[in-house]
């Protein structure tokens, strides 16, 4: 075992932040290696000189250690700027200051460590151009504004079109154009439901009617594909606080969801319940509050754990006319209810996608 002495010096002279031994008058008794790199300075340089030739013109710095000296306080995070030998070149330091202590506990003089930030805040810099991904959320909205108006007036000629021509192929031509600009208006109008920022109005909202308003549009589709239906609804379900047109579109996308991945035959449940296993917390209210549970079961194709691992990602679909924004819309509307959605799926069995919201949003 080496001497305390030598162990100390190794530890002095390994760190690789910087460490600096302050005499009273302020001036520099020991540096470690970590300064010499720094400060771009021999240690033989710096030696004696004034603590200030590191730190100019920061007489803050300098009253810090005065203090250190005369207390014995300590401080933590001082930012300042460290100065390199080939002057006007500063580069960003947190510092750290404490007092020197003899055996006897009287102070002797001060200990800087100094950390240098460089890296850090140039790091910091480069994540910056996060913010201009918001700025960019604000063009995708401008731009998605944009593409809707002319489309209507694209719309609105291809049909005036199809009034005065009388050949049935060219008829159908202009069907095309008209039903593809119909996509694309939904697609931009999906793209700006997800990118804008919450705006529900709440009510008193009753989820059966909710759910029932739907099944109406979609009874087309189960007569079709020969879909068993069944209902398991808790007539005693209370009515939760909601925007009723968002939970709509919730629902539909994940009514559309269970058919479309449903076989011809196959059967869909939904059931309500109130849910007693999931309480959220918030802020303002610890106490756990009452949901409802909405499930959706289908009997369907089910998923691979790949898809069930992207399923809220934007535009990942594995329909050849899915837009894949379905589900990322329904998750950002149940989120802003403070609900949550859980999903559970088993390649050619089945999925089921539990929808929980809070009976009351405060
Ligand atoms: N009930 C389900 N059964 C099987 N797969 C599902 C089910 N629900 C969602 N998926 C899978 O998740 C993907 C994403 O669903 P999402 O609703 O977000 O988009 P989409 O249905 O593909 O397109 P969109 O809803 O925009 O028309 C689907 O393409 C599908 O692969
Ligand atoms: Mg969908």
Redesign the pocket.
């Known amino acids: 075992m080496k001497e305390p002495d030598d162990i100390n010096q190794n530890i002095f002279f390994s760190l690789i932040d910087g460490l600096i031994l302050v005499s009273p008058s302020l001036s520099i008794l020991h540096s470690n290696l970590a300064i010499e790199d720094m400060f771009h300075k021999s240690r033989d340089a710096i030696a004696n000189r004034p603590l200030e030739e590191l730190f100019p013109r920061q007489p803050q710095i300098l009253d810090k250690v005065e203090k250190v000296l005369e207390t014995g306080a300590c401080y933590h995070d001082v930012e300042a700027k460290g100065e390199r030998k080939t002057a006007s070149v500063e580069f960003p330091v947190n510092l750290t200051l404490s007092p020197y202590l003899e055996s006897d506990d009287s102070i002797q003089g001060a200990i800087i460590l100094v950390k240098n930030m460089s890296l850090i805040r140039e790091l910091e810099q480069r994540q910056r151009p996060a913010d201009h991904l918001n700025n960019l959320g604000t063009l995708a909205m401008g731009l998605a504004h944009e593409i809707r108006n002319p489309l209507g007036g694209i719309r609105g000629s291809a049909q005036l079109l199809r009034h005065d021509i009388k050949n049935k192929s060219h008829r159908e031509y202009l069907d095309v154009v008209i039903s593809e600009v119909d996509r694309i208006d939904q697609l931009v109008k ?1 793209m700006m439901d997800l990118a804008k920022p919450a705006d529900i109005k709440l009510k008193e909202t009753n989820i059966h009617k909710v759910l029932e308003e739907i099944l109406i549009l979609e009874k087309e589709t189960f007569r079709l594909k020969n879909i068993r239906f069944q209902q398991t609804y808790d007539p005693s379900l209370p009515h939760i606080e909601a925007d009723e047109d968002q939970l709509k579109q919730v629902f539909l ?2 009514i ?3 058919i ?2 449903s076989r011809n035959g196959g059967t869909l449940q939904i059931v309500t319940r109130v849910s007693s296993s999931f309480a959220i917390k918030t802020p303002i209210a610890s106490v756990p509050r009452q949901n409802i549970a909405v499930e ?1 079961m ?1 009997s ?4 691979d754990e790949e ?1 069930q691992k ?3 990602t934007p535009f ?4 050849s ?10 998750l950002k509307v149940v989120e802003d209810h403070h609900g949550k959605i859980k ?1 559970t ?1 088993e390649k050619g069995l ?2 089921t ?1 539990q929808v929980f919201l809070p009976i009351r949003q405060r």
């Open positions: 999906r996308n994940l559309k969801n269970a479309e991945a959706i289908d369907g194709e089910g998923m898809t992207k399923l809220f990942h679909t594995t329909k006319k899915g837009s894949g924004l379905g589900l990322a819309i329904s999903i799926s089945g999925t996608v």
